[in-house]
C-alpha cells in the first residue's frame, strides 16, 4: 500500500528495507479474577513469569559484545534492577492475595499506578522513566502470556515496525542487522532514541497506528533525519532515497581519510581539535580519530542509573583505565558537575531552582565527603598519563581557591599515607557563568587554563532554561551578549598567555567555526563524531581573513549592519 507518514525522526541517516513488523507491543490486559484457592498457584505462576523474563534478559545481556558502551548495558542493567523491586514484585502479589486478581491484571494495575506518578512529573528525564516501567512490564506480561519475542527471525537488513521497543530490543536487533526502525510510541528523549542515536540506527518515532497501516514484506524507507516514513515509494522517490544513501556513504569514507591528518586552516594555522567523552568506552573513538587531546572528560556517568555512590577505589579504577587507554593523549577530567538536570540517586535537589543552586563546584564544595574520594582518585590516576582539572560552574575567585586548598590537604593526605600520586597537575577553570566571563581576568591570574562551556553560559546569559522546551527557540550561540562574553574570555586568556578551549556544542557546529576562529579560538573539543566534519571544514578557512572580518563585526554587535557582516563570516541557520 502507498503511505507517506511523519513522526519524530531521531537518528540522521535513511534507509530502505523490507517491513518486519513485530507481533507484540501493548498487550491487552482485561480485569479477571481467579478461585480463591488458586491464589498461591498464581503467585507461584507469576513469580515464575518474572523469572523467566530476568533470565531472557540476562541472556541478551551475556551476549552483548564486550566493546559495547556501558551506558547502553546499564539500560539493561536497570531493567533487570527493576524486576527485582518490590514495587514490581511485591505489589502485585499484595493485590493476588487480597482481591483474587489475575496475575497478568495485578501487575497491569500496578503499572497503571506507577505510570500515573511518572506522567505528573515535569522533568522531561524523569519521565523518560515511565518507558522502563512500560517495558519490563511488558516483558513480564509476554513471560505470563507465554508470549515468545522475535528473537530467532531473520532481522538482517528489515525495518522493524513496533508499537514501542525496549532498549534490550532495540540492542538485540541491532546485533541481528536490522536497517532501521520505526514505533508509534516515544519520544526523542526516551533512552530507546538515545540508544538509536548512539548505535547510528537510523529511526522514526511517534508514527501512530504504522503497525496496522503497512503489510509484513511491504518496502519501506525510513528517513530519520526529516522524520519521514514512505512504503510502497515509486521508482523515482526509491532512486532519490538510494542516492542520499549512497552519499552519505561515501561522505564518510572521504570523511575517515583525514584521520592523522593535522588540523590546520588554509595557510596551515594550527588548530587544536579535541574529544568531549563520557564513558570510559568513548576513549576508543578518541584514539581511531586521532583527536589532539581529551577536551572534556564528563564524569557524572559515573553516578548515574545505579543505587549509591561511587568510592575512591571505582573512581580510580575508572580513571586509569581512561587515563591509561588513551596512551598518551592529554586528558582534561572535570570534576563533578552534579545537580540541575544531571540528578542521582541519593544526591537529591533541594533548591527550587536547581540550574542556580547547589551543582557543580558549589555543590562539591558543600559536601567534601562525598567530592574527596574523586579528588584523591584523580590525583592518583594522573601517575598513568597526562591529566588536567578542570572546575565546573565557576562564578568567583573563592571557590579557585577553595579548591586549590582542597587539592594542597589532599596530595599532603596522600603523601601521608604512602599512595602515589602526581603533583602540580594544572588545574584549569570553566567559564559557563556570565559573572565568570567578565571577570575572566581575574580567572586567568589563578588558573592554568580556560574552557568555554557555551551550553551553559547561553542559558544563564539569556535566561533560558537548557532543558525547557518552550523557550528553546531563544537559544542563540550568535546572540551579541554571547559574542561578547567569548570574545572577552579568549582575549583574557591571550593577554595572559593561557591557553582557552571551548567544549559546549557550539565548537563542534562547523556553521559557527569561521567566527571562532576570527575571534581567536584555537582550541575545540566537541563530541567525536564531529572531529572529522570540523577538521574538514578548517582546510576551508583563511584565519587571517576571518579575523580581520571578525574584528571588524565585534566592533558593530547589536548595530544594523552586524547581521549583514555576520553573513559574511559564518551561515547562521
Ligand atoms: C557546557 O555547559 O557547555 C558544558 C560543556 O558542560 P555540560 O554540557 O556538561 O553542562
Ligand atoms: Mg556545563
Not at 517491513?19 to 478461585?35: E, K, N, W, Y
Not at 531473520?154 to 532495540?170: E, F, R, S
Not at 588554509?266 to 563520557?278: C, F, P, S, Y
Not at 582550541?523 to 576571518?546: N, T, V, W
Request: aromatic share 4%; glycine share 8%; proline share 4%.
Amino acid at each position: 500500500m502507498t503511505f507517506a507518514g511523519n513522526g519524530i525522526g531521531i537518528t540522521r541517516g535513511v534507509a530502505i528495507g523490507e517491513a518486519h513488523i513485530l507481533q507484540r507491543g501493548l498487550l491487552d490486559i482485561s480485569p479477571r479474577t481467579i478461585d480463591s484457592k488458586n491464589i498461591p498457584g498464581e503467585i507461584k505462576r507469576f513469580r515464575l513469569a518474572i523469572k523467566g523474563a530476568r533470565e531472557r534478559l540476562q541472556g541478551i545481556r551475556e551476549k552483548i559484545p564486550s566493546t559495547t558502551r556501558s551506558d547502553i548495558i546499564a539500560f539493561i542493567d536497570t531493567h533487570l534492577l527493576m524486576m527485582n523491586d518490590a514495587a514490581l514484585v511485591e505489589v502485585p502479589i499484595q493485590l493476588i492475595q487480597q482481591h483474587a486478581y489475575a496475575a497478568e491484571w495485578a501487575l497491569q494495575l500496578q503499572r497503571d499506578s506507577l505510570v500515573q506518578v511518572f506522567d505528573t512529573m515535569d522533568d522531561p528525564y524523569l519521565r523518560t522513566r515511565r518507558d522502563d516501567v512500560e517495558h519490563v512490564v511488558n516483558q513480564i506480561q509476554m513471560s505470563l502470556l507465554d508470549i515468545d519475542g522475535d528473537t530467532e527471525a531473520d532481522l538482517n537488513g528489515k525495518v522493524i515496525l513496533a508499537q514501542d521497543l525496549t532498549p534490550a530490543d532495540t540492542i538485540v536487533m541491532r546485533h541481528q542487522g536490522i536497517a532501521a526502525f520505526i514505533t508509534e510510541f516515544g519520544g526523542p528523549m526516551s533512552h530507546t532514541a538515545i540508544l538509536a542515536r548512539s548505535l547510528g540506527i537510523p529511526a522514526v518515532v511517534g508514527v501512530h497506528n504504522i503497525t496496522r497501516l503497512l503489510r509484513q514484506g511491504e518496502c519501506v524507507v525510513v528517513d530519520g533525519e526529516q522524520g519521514v516514513v514512505l512504503a510502497d515509494a515509486d521508482q523515482s522517490t526509491l532512486a532519490h532515497y538510494q542516492s542520499r544513501i549512497n552519499v552519505a556513504q561515501g561522505r564518510a569514507t572521504q570523511l575517515r581519510s583525514l584521520i592523522g591528518k593535522a588540523a590546520t586552516t588554509r595557510e596551515g594555522v594550527r588548530v587544536h581539535l579535541m574529544a568531549n567523552i563520557e564513558l570510559p568506552e568513548d576513549i576508543e573513538a578518541t584514539r581511531e580519530l586521532q583527536a589532539d587531546a581529551v577536551g572534556l572528560y564528563r564524569t557524572e556517568f559515573l553516578y548515574m542509573n545505579r543505587q549509591g555512590m561511587p568510592d575512591e577505589e571505582e573512581h580510580y579504577q575508572t580513571y586509569r583505565r581512561v587515563v591509561e587507554g588513551l596512551d598518551g593523549i592529554p586528558i582534561t577530567i572535570r570534576t563533578l558537575d552534579l545537580g540541575a538536570d544531571k540528578q542521582v540517586d541519593g544526591c537529591t535537589a533541594t533548591s527550587c531552582n536547581p540550574a542556580l543552586g547547589l551543582r557543580a563546584i558549589r555543590l562539591c564544595l558543600k559536601e567534601p565527603k562525598m567530592f574527596q574520594p574523586q579528588l584523591r582518585a584523580i590525583l592518583r590516576a594522573a601517575v598513568h598519563g597526562p591529566v588536567r582539572i578542570m572546575i565546573p560552574m565557576l562564578s568567583n575567585l573563592q571557590e579557585v581557591r577553595k579548591l586549590k586548598a582542597l587539592i594542597s590537604e589532599t596530595e599532603a593526605d596522600l603523601r601521608h599515607e604512602g599512595i602515589p600520586f602526581a603533583s602540580e597537575i594544572p588545574v584549569g577553570g570553566m567559564i559557563e557563568v556570565p559573572a565568570a566571563a567578565l571577570s575572566a581576568d581575574a580567572f586567568t591570574r589563578e588558573l592554568d587554563f580556560l574552557s568555554i562551556g557555551t551550553n551553559d553560559l547561553i542559558q544563564y546569559t539569556l535566561a533560558i532554561d537548557r532543558v525547557d522546551d518552550e523557550v528553546n527557540y531563544l537559544y542563540d550561540p550568535l546572540h551579541p551578549a554571547i559574542l561578547r562574553l567569548i570574545q572577552m574570555v579568549i582575549t583574557a586568556g591571550e593577554r595572559a598567555g593561557i591557553p582557552v578551549s571551548m567544549c559546549g556544542e557550539m565548537a563542534g557546529d562547523p556553521r559557527y567555526i569561521p567566527l571562532l576562529i576570527g575571534m581567536g579560538l584555537r582550541e575545540f573539543s566537541m563530541q567525536p563524531g564531529s572531529l572529522l566534519i570540523a577538521k574538514e571544514r578548517l582546510f576551508e578557512l583563511d584565519a587571517a581573513k576571518l579575523t580581520r572580518q571578525t574584528r571588524k563585526l565585534m566592533k558593530r554587535l547589536g548595530e544594523s549592519d552586524f547581521e549583514q557582516l555576520l553573513d559574511k563570516i559564518c551561515t547562521r541557520h
